[in-house]
């Protein structure tokens, strides 16, 4: 199949597009060379191409400076969006978009399903979710892919960030009050390539299985990487952020429990593998 992959430089699409290449002709591209805020230019692109299937990994995902840059966040990820699907709709291509856990306000008492309500509670989760009615609206042959709490090669992450900050400092405080669920980009890319091997329809939440607090995933990278430095919970009042976060953003993968697909891995297993490839 001929797929074409926006993001392709962001942090998913550094392991997306080699994944997806394994059996398709990919068609990268990034910022540089098609600039998905810019409708003509998407038009041009996709007509020449003609791809099967166009898969949506760039957006702006600064959730802080989202509340500060607002336009920017929803030019790209709500009329960026718009302008992928409808023109992937006029190619005849099916759309992959994926969104957040950041849709849902953390409300809930259980893990949340994909037909759960959403309301976001900052800018980000808000331009996300304009990108999500723009999918469904305008591309009839889309999936959407929930997925949370991202970690793997090719950018700043989480873990990246506390294995930083632990081997320079002997004690780190991270919060504990909001709980979700880590996802290593390359299981998210193996979720994504099942998928579009099933020609999936509708909305799924796809992240690594079991959840934490942030604090708790701090504690678990310092201890898989063998470092001596001690975790401490504090609360997110400790760290105020211009963006709200949700306290509760646990996706429970459930549409591919119901269709009998591989579930991702448990996150600790994820996130061995993924400092295996850091520390080789
Ligand atoms: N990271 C997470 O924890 C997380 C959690 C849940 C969902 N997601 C979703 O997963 C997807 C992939 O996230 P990611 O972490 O890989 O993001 P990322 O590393 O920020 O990559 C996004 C890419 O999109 C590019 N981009 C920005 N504006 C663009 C434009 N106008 N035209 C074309 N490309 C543009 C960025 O380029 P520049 O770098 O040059 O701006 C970047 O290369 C996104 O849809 C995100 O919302 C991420």
Same mark, same amino acid.
């Given at each position: 199949?001929?797929?074409? @992959?926006?993001?392709?430089?962001?942090?998913? !699409?550094?392991?997306?597009?080699?994944?997806?290449?394994?059996?398709? #002709?990919?068609?990268?591209?990034?910022?540089?060379?098609?600039?998905?805020?810019?409708?003509?230019?998407?038009?041009?692109? *996709?007509?020449?191409?003609?791809?099967?299937?166009?898969?949506?990994?760039?957006?702006?995902?600064? @959730?802080?400076?989202? #509340?500060?840059?607002?336009?920017?966040?929803?030019?790209?990820?709500?009329? !960026?969006?718009?302008?992928?699907? /409808?023109?992937?709709?006029?190619?005849?291509?099916?759309?992959?978009?994926?969104?957040?856990?950041?849709?849902?306000?953390?409300?809930?008492?259980?893990?949340?399903?994909?037909?759960?309500?959403?309301?976001?509670?900052?800018?980000?989760?808000?331009?996300?979710?304009? !990108? #999500? &009615?723009?999918?469904?609206?305008?591309?009839?042959?889309?999936?959407?892919?929930?997925?949370?709490?991202? &970690?793997?090669?090719?950018?700043?992450?989480? $873990?990246?960030?506390?294995?930083?900050?632990?081997?320079?400092?002997?004690?780190?405080?991270?919060?504990?009050? /909001?709980?979700?669920?880590?996802? &290593?980009?390359?299981?998210?890319? #193996?979720?994504?390539?099942?998928?579009?091997?099933?020609?999936? *329809?509708?909305?799924?939440?796809?992240?690594?299985?079991?959840?934490?607090?942030?604090?708790?995933?701090?504690?678990?990278?310092? !201890? /898989?990487?063998?470092?001596?430095?001690? $975790?401490?919970?504090?609360?997110?009042?400790? &760290?105020?952020?211009?963006?709200?976060?949700?306290?509760?953003?646990?996706?429970?993968?459930?549409?591919?429990?119901?269709?009998?697909?591989?579930?991702?891995?448990?996150?600790?297993?994820?996130?061995?593998?993924?400092?295996?490839?850091?520390?080789?």
């Amino acid at each position: 199949m001929k797929i074409a @992959v926006t993001g392709a430089n962001g942090m998913l !699409g550094t392991v997306l597009c080699p994944a997806l290449a394994r059996d398709n #002709e990919i068609h990268p591209s990034d910022i540089d060379s098609l600039d998905i805020t810019d409708l003509q230019a998407v038009r041009t692109y *996709l007509r020449d191409l003609k791809p099967d299937w166009v898969v949506h990994a760039a957006a702006y995902t600064n @959730v802080d400076n989202a #509340e500060k840059d607002q336009l920017l966040a929803n030019r790209v990820n709500a009329m !960026g969006t718009r302008n992928v699907a /409808q023109t992937a709709a006029e190619v005849g291509a099916r759309f992959l978009y994926y969104s957040t856990d950041y849709v849902f306000d953390g409300q809930a008492d259980r893990p949340y399903r994909e037909w759960d309500a959403t309301n976001p509670i900052n800018e980000y989760g808000r331009s996300k979710l304009a !990108g #999500e &009615f723009y999918t469904r609206s305008l591309c009839p042959r889309h999936a959407i892919l929930r997925t949370s709490w991202l &970690f793997g090669p090719g950018g700043v992450n989480f $873990v990246t960030k506390i294995l930083e900050r632990a081997r320079k400092l002997g004690e780190l405080r991270v919060v504990d009050d /909001q709980r979700g669920s880590p996802t &290593f980009t390359r299981d998210l890319a #193996e979720t994504t390539l099942c998928l579009i091997g099933n020609d999936a *329809l509708g909305t799924y939440h796809v992240s690594n299985s079991g959840d934490c607090s942030w604090f708790e995933f701090a504690q678990v990278i310092v !201890g /898989q990487a063998g470092i001596a430095t001690q $975790v401490h919970p504090v609360p997110s009042s400790t &760290f105020p952020s211009p963006a709200r976060r949700p306290t509760y953003s646990v996706l429970d993968n459930y549409l591919l429990k119901c269709e009998g697909i591989g579930l991702p891995a448990d996150w600790r297993d994820a996130l061995r593998r993924y400092l295996g490839e850091i520390q080789a």
